[in-house]
Every structure is written in structure tokens, then in C-alpha cells.
């Protein structure tokens, strides 16, 4: 079992009860930010389960030149500020270089680090030593047992306070497929691991100028990561996913979550490990 990070308000990991990273994929404005975050915490409140708010000021690896990445660092962070005192939970957001990792760990409880950019060892530093949650995303072009390495990089900069993050792995072009065995194999470097439901069902460069995607399938995988064991879930979230500016064809609509939830942290229960009598 992996040990529990403390993030706080609430500890990951350990047995604990398995917590939600969500939130739209970028920054599109402070309302849509304010009110989603808002129903997100109202959601997860009412089911008992831990809740960290996400979204991005730059999306820094769109596919065309022309695609939206958010307001940037100084204005996203703003934002994610006044998420953290007004709703009153944990904020993550991704960062893409060292100076981005150290101006977003004055702000935010976890700092993510992408999966194109988990073998930077620069950037996993810099996020080490901000004394931050560090969520190292496995590449699309790993295999589990190497993210062991990603994790040593992060604790020889001196920082144990590490979560994993499963979202897929490339299987032909402009396809996914998450292998099960990735939650266990993962674990054994000790720490949480977290599936990110939605950005697995990402279709990567399959609309030509930008990823497509197919939500429908964010259901079944999380239902069976759930049963994998996994910490905890990744989804990102946006009241109207076919206008949001990034990732809305894999992303989960918010009127849908509550049920999306509850059905996953059923699973939850009864494939937790039962004590020894």
C-alpha cells in the first residue's frame, strides 16, 4: 500500500478515502472558474470525498499554433488564488518549465508535471524543491516500472511528497489504451497513484489541428480503475464541454459527474482490502 501524502486538509493515499483532481482543462475566464469549482466542491462535498480544484494558465502543448493555452502565468494565478481562498480547497496546475514551477508554488498545493515533460530532470527539480505536492504524470510513452526513475529524481532533490498519475499509453496513431496493471506496478514505488480518466480517452491529434476525443469511455475505464485500486481520480470537468476552448471531446460535462462519482466510489468500497479477522 502506498503511504499517505498529506496535502492538508486531507491525507492521500494509505487506505484513505480515494479523492477527485477536477476542473475545466484551462483557464477560459474567472466566472466559468469560480462557478465550476463551486459545483465541483458542492458535488464531492455531499459524496464524502476529498476534492482538489484544476485548471491551467498556459496549455503549453496544444497541437496547431492557433489553438487557445490560457491567460498565462500571472493572470492564471490569480485566478487559482482566488479559487484557493473562496471556495476554500487545494488547487494543482501544470506547470512547463523551472521558472513556472517556482512563481506557481507560492500559489497552488500541487504542482503537475506533464506527461510529454516527466523525464526533465530540471523541471521535476524545480518542482521538488518548492516543498509542493509534485503529480508526476506517467508519459504516453512509458512503461509503469519507469516512471521509477521520475520518482528518484523528485526524492534526491529532497521532496517525498509524490503522487503518480496514469493517463494512457500510445497505441498506434492518435490512440490510447490504459493497462490495469499500471496502478499496482506504479504503487510499489510508494506513493498514491491517480488515474486521469479524461485525458485517456484522448484521441492526440486525431481532429487533424487539435485531439479529439470519446467520453463516453471515461465511465467504464474509471469504473475499472476503481477497481484497480487507484488512490484517486483526475477528470477534468466544464459545465458545456462541446464550447470549452481545450480537451472538450474527452471532457466531463458537470451536470453528469455526481452520478459518474458515485458509481465509481462504489467500486471503491468493495474492492477496498478488507482487514484480517
Same mark, same amino acid.
Given at each position: 500500500?502506498?503511504?499517505?501524502?498529506?496535502?492538508?486538509?486531507?491525507?492521500?493515499?494509505?487506505?484513505?478515502?480515494?479523492?477527485?483532481?477536477?476542473?475545466?482543462?484551462?483557464?477560459?475566464?474567472?466566472?466559468?472558474?469560480?462557478?465550476?469549482?463551486?459545483?465541483?466542491?458542492?458535488?464531492?462535498?455531499?459524496?464524502?470525498?476529498?476534492?482538489?480544484?484544476?485548471?491551467?494558465?498556459?496549455?503549453?502543448?496544444?497541437?496547431?499554433?492557433?489553438?487557445?493555452?490560457?491567460?498565462?502565468? @500571472?493572470? =492564471?494565478? !490569480? +485566478?487559482?488564488?482566488?479559487?484557493?481562498?473562496?471556495?476554500?480547497?487545494?488547487? &494543482? /496546475?501544470?506547470?512547463? *518549465?523551472?521558472?513556472?514551477?517556482?512563481?506557481?508554488?507560492?500559489?497552488?498545493?500541487?504542482?503537475?508535471?506533464?506527461?510529454?515533460?516527466?523525464?526533465?530532470?530540471?523541471?521535476?527539480?524545480?518542482?521538488?524543491?518548492?516543498?509542493?505536492?509534485?503529480?508526476?504524470?506517467?508519459?504516453?510513452?512509458?512503461?509503469?516500472? @519507469?516512471? =521509477?526513475? !521520475? +520518482?528518484?529524481?523528485?526524492?534526491?532533490?529532497?521532496?517525498?511528497?509524490?503522487? &503518480? /498519475?496514469?493517463?494512457? *499509453?500510445?497505441?498506434?496513431?492518435?490512440?490510447?489504451?490504459?493497462?490495469?496493471?499500471?496502478?499496482?506496478?506504479?504503487?510499489?514505488?510508494?506513493?498514491?497513484?491517480?488515474?486521469?480518466?479524461?485525458?485517456?480517452?484522448?484521441?492526440?491529434?486525431?481532429?487533424?489541428?487539435?485531439?479529439?476525443?470519446?467520453?463516453?469511455?471515461?465511465?467504464?475505464? !474509471?469504473?475499472?480503475?476503481?477497481?484497480?485500486?487507484?488512490?484517486?481520480?483526475?477528470?477534468?470537468?466544464?459545465?458545456?464541454?462541446?464550447?470549452?476552448?481545450?480537451?472538450?471531446?474527452?471532457?466531463?460535462?458537470?451536470?453528469?459527474?455526481?452520478?459518474?462519482?458515485?458509481?465509481?466510489?462504489?467500486?471503491?468500497?468493495?474492492?477496498?482490502?478488507?482487514?484480517?479477522?
Amino acid at each position: 500500500m502506498a503511504h499517505e501524502v498529506n496535502l492538508g486538509q486531507f491525507k492521500i493515499g494509505a487506505g484513505h478515502r480515494p479523492f477527485l483532481i477536477a476542473g475545466p482543462c484551462v483557464i477560459e475566464s474567472e466566472q466559468l472558474v469560480m462557478d465550476t469549482a463551486g459545483r465541483i466542491a458542492d458535488i464531492t462535498k455531499a459524496l464524502g470525498m476529498p476534492y482538489v480544484f484544476k485548471s491551467s494558465f498556459d496549455k503549453a502543448n496544444r497541437t496547431s499554433i492557433s489553438s487557445f493555452r490560457g491567460p498565462g502565468l @500571472e493572470k =492564471g494565478l !490569480a +485566478v487559482l488564488a482566488k479559487v484557493k481562498q473562496q471556495i476554500g480547497v487545494p488547487i &494543482l /496546475t501544470d506547470v512547463h *518549465s523551472e521558472e513556472q514551477a517556482t512563481e506557481a508554488g507560492h500559489v497552488v498545493d500541487i504542482l503537475q508535471i506533464p506527461a510529454f515533460l516527466c523525464r526533465q530532470t530540471d523541471l521535476l527539480i524545480a518542482a521538488a524543491k518548492t516543498g509542493k505536492v509534485v503529480n508526476i504524470k506517467k508519459g504516453q510513452f512509458l512503461s509503469p516500472p @519507469e516512471m =521509477g526513475n !521520475a +520518482v528518484k529524481k523528485v526524492e534526491d532533490a529532497g521532496n517525498q511528497r509524490i503522487v &503518480l /498519475t496514469e493517463r494512457g *499509453s500510445s497505441f498506434g496513431y492518435n490512440n490510447l489504451v490504459v493497462d490495469m496493471r499500471s496502478f499496482p506496478i506504479m504503487r510499489r514505488f510508494g506513493y498514491p497513484v491517480v488515474f486521469d480518466a479524461t485525458h485517456s480517452v484522448q484521441l492526440p491529434g486525431g481532429g487533424g489541428t487539435k485531439s479529439s476525443g470519446q467520453r463516453e469511455f471515461v465511465e467504464p475505464l !474509471a469504473c475499472a480503475a476503481a477497481g484497480a485500486g487507484c488512490d484517486g481520480f483526475f477528470m477534468e470537468v466544464h459545465p458545456d464541454p462541446d464550447s470549452a476552448l481545450s480537451d472538450g471531446p474527452n471532457m466531463v460535462p458537470l451536470h453528469a459527474l455526481h452520478s459518474l462519482l458515485e458509481r465509481v466510489l462504489r467500486i471503491c468500497d468493495a474492492a477496498a482490502p478488507q482487514p484480517v479477522r
